[in-house]
């Protein structure tokens, strides 16, 4: 679920209770408040709860008119799940174009 932990396991649940309540509420369509944690060539990854990090693709992160955004870490944004995978401990997520 995230780039720079490894949290949650891909054995089973994370060891924290709280945070796999979290996960196993989350569907596609589903809006939440993140924080760009890390940027990549490849799009970037927001965080959305503590160990919970999904990625944005790039190609999703630009306006209508085919620029990218500028985005820096830190940046705050409203996300939307666009897919879920828990089993590969997987998030996608999609943002509003400005």
Request: no cysteine; proline share 8%.
């Amino acid at each position: 679920m995230t780039a720079t932990t490894n949290t949650p396991g891909l054995g089973g649940q994370p060891e924290n209770p709280e945070l796999w309540t979290f996960l196993t509420h989350l569907a596609p369509g589903q809006r939440l408040p993140g924080t760009i944690a890390a940027i990549e060539r490849f799009g970037v990854f927001v965080r959305v709860a503590e160990g919970v990090e999904g990625l944005i693709r790039r190609r999703d992160l630009a306006d209508e008119a085919g620029h990218p955004r500028d985005l820096q870490v830190g940046d705050q944004l409203t996300v939307t799940v666009a897919e879920l995978d828990l089993p590969r401990r997987r998030i996608a997520f999609s943002a509003p174009r400005d």
